[in-house]
């Protein structure tokens, strides 16, 4: 499960487990409460704070756990209801955020990373990739909604619209990620950044992204339906 590990006044949100070799870190009931749980943390503590979210390996996330939505067809509109509500919490968390991206981010690990404040990508490695449309698979209102708020118009629609798969450098030149890093440098540039940020903390930094973010919000918190297929 998601573990966290502070940094000074950085938290480091890691979405895999510690041992885990290579996971791809899916978005299940349980992933998602262990998410929420290290978020309260966060909000929790006082003084300057900014989050950071990474992985190690070669994911960052693969978005849904589609293995887990084909045992529990039932609820299929119920899991994607509760990952947006964690969309919509990184969204306007009154926190700056950074989404260090050292490894593939697909479909809803993708919507996750562009919740952030800042994304910061693997130059050399991993793909950047919404693979909806590939996959025959439609997009919920909210995320739909939280692209249109966080990318550029004309890379987002080609982003949707064909499922192409993005290196981190033609990610960055298209603007759906803020910067990119080597390997190794990743995580700690995303860190550098936070620490630069962390006296933003705040109820005011969390009025301002709600103000600027209104809507989706409202999008993202609306329950998934039709989706039990």
């Given at each position: 499960?998601?573990?966290?590990?502070n940094?000074?006044?950085?938290?480091?949100?890691?979405?895999?487990e510690?041992?885990a070799s290579?996971?791809?870190?899916?978005?299940?009931?349980?992933?998602l409460?262990?998410?929420?749980?290290?978020?309260?943390?966060?909000e929790?503590?006082q003084?300057p704070?900014?989050?950071v979210t990474?992985?190690?390996?070669?994911?960052?996330s693969?978005?849904?756990?589609?293995?887990?939505?084909?045992?529990?067809?039932?609820?299929?509109?119920?899991l994607?209801?509760?990952?947006?509500?964690?969309?919509?919490?990184?969204?306007?968390?009154?926190v700056?955020?950074?989404?260090?991206?050292?490894?593939h981010?697909?479909?809803?690990?993708?919507?996750?990373?562009?919740?952030?404040d800042?994304?910061?990508?693997?130059?050399d490695r991993?793909?950047f990739?919404?693979?909806?449309?590939?996959?025959?698979?439609?997009?919920?209102?909210?995320?739909?909604a939280?692209?249109?708020?966080?990318?550029?118009?004309?890379?987002?629609?080609?982003?949707?619209?064909?499922?192409?798969?993005?290196?981190?450098?033609?990610?960055e030149?298209?603007?759906l990620v803020?910067?990119?890093?080597?390997?190794s440098?990743?995580?700690?540039?995303a860190?550098?950044?936070?620490?630069?940020?962390?006296?933003t903390?705040g109820?005011?930094?969390?009025?301002?992204?709600?103000?600027?973010?209104?809507?989706?919000?409202?999008?993202?918190?609306?329950?998934?339906?039709?989706?039990?297929?």
């Amino acid at each position: 499960m998601p573990s966290l590990t502070n940094d000074g006044d950085v938290s480091i949100l890691y979405l895999d487990e510690p041992d885990a070799s290579d996971s791809e870190n899916r978005f299940n009931p349980e992933w998602l409460a262990s998410v929420n749980a290290l978020l309260d943390e966060v909000e929790a503590s006082q003084g300057p704070r900014a989050l950071v979210t990474t992985a190690r390996g070669k994911f960052y996330s693969t978005g849904a756990d589609l293995a887990w939505g084909a045992a529990n067809p039932g609820r299929i509109d119920w899991l994607l209801t509760e990952i947006q509500a964690v969309l919509a919490r990184i969204l306007v968390l009154p926190v700056p955020t950074v989404a260090a991206m050292q490894g593939h981010t697909f479909g809803a690990g993708a919507f996750l990373a562009m919740a952030h404040d800042r994304t910061v990508m693997r130059a050399d490695r991993g793909y950047f990739c919404l693979p909806g449309i590939t996959l025959g698979g439609s997009y919920a209102p909210g995320v739909l909604a939280l692209a249109a708020a966080r990318l550029p118009a004309r890379a987002g629609h080609e982003a949707l619209m064909t499922g192409r798969r993005y290196g981190g450098i033609d990610a960055e030149r298209a603007g759906l990620v803020d910067a990119v890093e080597s390997d190794s440098r990743v995580l700690e540039s995303a860190v550098e950044y936070a620490h630069g940020v962390a006296q933003t903390r705040g109820p005011v930094l969390g009025e301002i992204k709600v103000g600027l973010y209104e809507p989706v919000v409202a999008a993202l918190r609306t329950p998934v339906t039709g989706y039990n297929r």
